[in-house]
C-alpha cells in the first residue's frame, strides 16, 4: 500500500487504532483522526510502538460538533487531494442523554451524523483517487449486527421516554448500515465503494468506558482481541477480494444478511434527508 492515503477516526485504541496500525503496516499513509491534538498525538504514539517507522499525520476532529468536522475535512483536502481508504471507526456509548452544541443528541451525533457529514466532505477526495484504476477507493463503516432494532423516525435523537443507552445505541448501527447501503448506490459507477464491518465484541475497548458494569466484563471476558477484531475492516480496506463490492454487511470476510429495515430502500432514503437536513445541506 504504499502511496496509499488513509484516514482513520477512533484510531486512540481499541478497534480503531488496530486498523489504523494495519494500515500502516502495510505502508499506508495513515492520517489519525482524534478530538484533540494531544488525543490525536497519543494515537499515533500507540501506533509506532507497534509499527515503528509508520508513516502518520495527525487530523484534529471531534466528531461530535460539526464545525470541526468542516474544519478538519477542509485540514486534510489542504494536504491532499486524493484519499484511498476512509475507515469511520468511531464511536460512542452513553448511558445519560447529552446534546452536542449543534443541538443533536450526542450518541446519535457522533455515531451517524458524524459518519455522514465526514464522508460526504470528503467525496472529492476519494472519487478524485477513484478515477485512477484499477482499484478502487474504499469507505469502511464500522457498525454491527441490529437484530430486531428499528429506527424511529419521529424520535431519532431518542427525546421521548426514558434514555438509555440501549435505546439510543442500536438504532444507530441500523443507521450505519443503512447509510452505507445509500452511499454505495449513490456512488454507483464512481469507483468508490462503500462496505459495513461488524467486528463483533472488541476486547478492552473504550468504548464502554462510560457505561462500565457488566457490559465491561461481557466485553473484557467474551470479547476479541482489536487486532483480530480488525481482520474483517482491513480485508474491506485493502484486499484486490473486495474490488467491486459494495453495500454489504461484512463479518469475519463473510457477508451477513441486513434483516427487516436494514434491506428497506425507502428507509435509508430516509435516513439520508433526515441527516441533511441536520448536517444543513442540500
Known amino acids: ?39 490525536a498525538s497519543e494515537a499515533m504514539a500507540g501506533i509506532r510502538r507497534l509499527v515503528p517507522g509508520a508513516k502518520l499525520e495527525p487530523l484534529v476532529c471531534d466528531l461530535s460538533d460539526q464545525s470541526s468536522i468542516h474544519a478538519a475535512a477542509a485540514d486534510f483536502l489542504s494536504r491532499h487531494d486524493r484519499l484511498d481508504v476512509l475507515v469511520n471507526a468511531a464511536g460512542v456509548f452513553r448511558k445519560e442523554r447529552q446534546v452536542t452544541r449543534d443541538g443533536i443528541e450526542l450518541t446519535f451525533a457522533t455515531n451517524v451524523m458524524a459518519y455522514f457529514l465526514l464522508t460526504n466532505l ?9 478515477a485512477a484504476p484499477p482499484s478502487n477507493s474504499r469507505i469502511v ?33 441500523l443507521a450505519r448500515v443503512l447509510l452505507t447501503q445509500e452511499f454505495a448506490e449513490r456512488l454507483r459507477g464512481s469507483g468508490v465503494v462503500a462496505n459495513a464491518a ?5 476486547k478492552n475497548t473504550t468504548l464502554l ?16 482481541p482489536a487486532e483480530k477484531a ?17 453495500g454489504k454487511l461484512w463479518a469475519k470476510r463473510k457477508e451477513l444478511p441486513t434483516p427487516g429495515m436494514g434491506s428497506d430502500p425507502e428507509a435509508r432514503k430516509r435516513l439520508w434527508d433526515a441527516c441533511a437536513h441536520l448536517a444543513g445541506m442540500p
Open 198 to 202: 461488524h467486528p463483533g465484541l472488541v
Open 230 to 246: 480488525a481482520d474483517t475492516p482491513l480485508w474491506l480496506a485493502t484486499s484486490r477480494e473486495t474490488t467491486g463490492v459494495s
Open 209 to 224: 468506558q462510560d457505561v462500565g458494569g457488566p457490559f465491561r466484563w461481557i466485553t473484557n471476558t467474551f470479547g476479541a
Open 122 to 130: 470528503l467525496l472529492d477526495a476519494l472519487t478524485h483517487r477513484a
Open 1 to 39: 500500500m504504499d502511496g496509499t492515503v488513509a484516514l482513520v477516526t477512533g484510531a486512540a485504541g481499541g478497534l480503531g487504532g488496530a486498523v489504523a496500525s494495519g494500515l500502516a503496516r502495510e505502508g499506508a499513509l495513515v492520517v489519525v483522526a482524534g478530538r484533540s491534538t494531544t488525543r
Open 141 to 173: 463503516n464500522i457498525a454491527s449486527r441490529y437484530g430486531n432494532v428499528r429506527l424511529n423516525f419521529d424520535d431519532l435523537q431518542t427525546a421521548g421516554g426514558k434514555y438509555s443507552y440501549l435505546r439510543s445505541t442500536p438504532p444507530t448501527m
